[in-house]
């Protein structure tokens, strides 16, 4: 028994309250060490005759990573306070860890175990419920649809006339989104997601120069009316981009500074080191990365704070917005996210709000800031298996396994899943053109735990580099659409609405790394029902053996309609190559 590599901590993403009566417990052991883990647990006052009343339940292995077991258990403790510790058998050493250490026998004193003191329910994590259950699309405004060619900028280029650039412009705007609202209802949309709106130099949009004002060539206040209410209409949500960490150039009060120097009242505004201030060769002021054109705003400064809350309640109570998505927000202060919240869900209890954060992300998940943040590491995963072939069936099992047990089981549920953005290459570019990998690619991600996004135009087949690359025009033209690839993103949402357990019902397990060469697999079940997903990552056709005793239960393959009557235990499937395959029993 490898003591070294068992953990646990009574918090976070290994103790924590999933309802107002459950709780999820986990532990952590070196990968094939143990035979069986259990959970000791009882009410740290239920004592008889000098002892301490407690029970063992045995704990389920929920998945391996590379390195290590994840070990779970759901417990309901009836007076919703719990004392517990764990029994680890190895096969020939037994031991009992408590938050005191290892121990050859159960301790005696209630003292010496981890404590959930009581479950309150604020303890519990709560993002709004339409989340688990929405499929986004993000929209580029600058580059999805000219609904309103009068208030293109000047010099604005006929649509789709050219190559993207970063300083060119082609007259997207709000009315283009309104006058195409059928599209995203037809493939199944139910969550737009827009990156920034407010008024900025850049066709991006990430150098806000008024945060109170939509860009004049997206249109007015009265069109974002219109079209917030056109989308609820059509059962579609809302989300807009914020960027808090950071101002354009042009912000008027960063102008301030720039010409008053250390009269300006705006001085502290920002992270100014000295002044005047300097640009070259680089900046005397922080900015985001080193980009003179973005300085720092200082969410420490009350001016700056009431600012920015009201910026956050103003679109939220006049425009009846559905969320924020908030930009570099892991480079702003705990503090500030954390009114931010407050304010925000005053107005709007089930606001939902996403965090770009690109790294493990438990500080802002505790229900105080965030609801969700972008899951980077899903979509690194996917793209270093399907696209770049950079990591093995084995290695992706093993890297989602970890993924998966670094938040609770109810943050996994609105993890924002993506693939493409405006900042990276098009997945059917990153996938060399090959448009099966794109279709396995859309399959996992419409099939599994978390809230899923689309790119504009990754659902016809558009392709591009690297940003600005990837931020072509929306093609229109049905001739330049792929069909096919439309129709595959369509059924699997459709798939994913008509069965939950392709969303978020149920537990999410996978098949063991070792099943399989070719193949990875993983189900989700509610105890009844269970779906298999298979991906066959091979350019031939793989026999998967089925690992559940079926004989007598009816099998169907709710992708194609095909149902099969199962006669034996030994079952197998053909999956086709670079295929995939939806089972259900």
Known sequence: MLKEAIYHRPKDNYAYACTNEELHIRIRTKKDDMKEVSLLNGDPYDWADGKWNFSSVPMIKSGSDLLFDYWFVSIKPPYRRMRYGFELNDGTETAYLTEKGFYPEPPEDTGFYYAFPYLNNIDVFRAPGWVKDTVWYQIFPERFGN?????DPEG????????????????????????NISYLEDLGISGIYFTPIFKAYSNHKYDTIDYMEIDPQFGDKETL?????????HGIKVMLDAVFNHSGFYFPQFQDVLENGEASPYKDWFHTKEFPLVMEPRPNYDTFAFEKSMPKLNTENPEVIEYLLEVGRYWVREFDIDGWRLDVANEVDHSFWRKFRTE??????????????????????????????????????????????????????????????????????????????????????????DEDKVKQIFTVLLSYIGTPCIYYGDEIGMSGEQDPGCRECMKWNVEDQNKI??????KMIRLRKEYPL???????????????????????????????????MSNEEANYHLPFNLNGKKITNIYTGEEYAAESDELSAKIAANGFALFQF
């Not at 009316?225 to 209409?233: G, P, S």
């Not at 690839?485 to 369509?490: A, G, I, S, T, Y």
């Open 502 to 536: 392709l969303a978020n019902e149920g537990e999410l397990h996978f098949i063991p790394s070792d099943y399989h060469e070719s193949c990875f697999a993983y189900t989700k079940s509610n105890g009844e029902t269970t779906i298999l997903v298979v991906v066959n």
């Open 156 to 179: 604005a280029l006929p649509w789709g006339s050219a190559p993207p650039e970063r300083d060119n412009f082609f007259g997207g705007d709000l009315k283009g989104v309104i006058q």
């Open 485 to 490: 690839m439309f129709e595959h993103v369509q």
């Open 225 to 233: 009316k219109e079209l917030v209410q056109v989308c609820h209409e």
């Open 147 to 151: 609904g309103d060619p009068s208030n």
């Open 344 to 433: 925000v869900k005053a107005i709007k209890p089930d606001l939902y709000i996403l965090g770009e954060i690109w790294h493990d992300s438990m500080p802002w998940l505790r229900g105080d800031q965030f609801d969700a943040v972008m899951n980077y590491p899903f979509t690194t995963n996917i793209l270093n298996l399907f696209a770049r072939g950079s990591i093995t069936v084995k290695e992706f099992i093993e890297n989602m396994t970890t993924v998966n047990h670094m938040y609770p089981k109810n943050v996994n549920e609105v993890a924002f899943n993506l693939i493409g953005s405006h900042d990276t290459p098009r997945i059917l570019t990153e996938c060399g053109g």
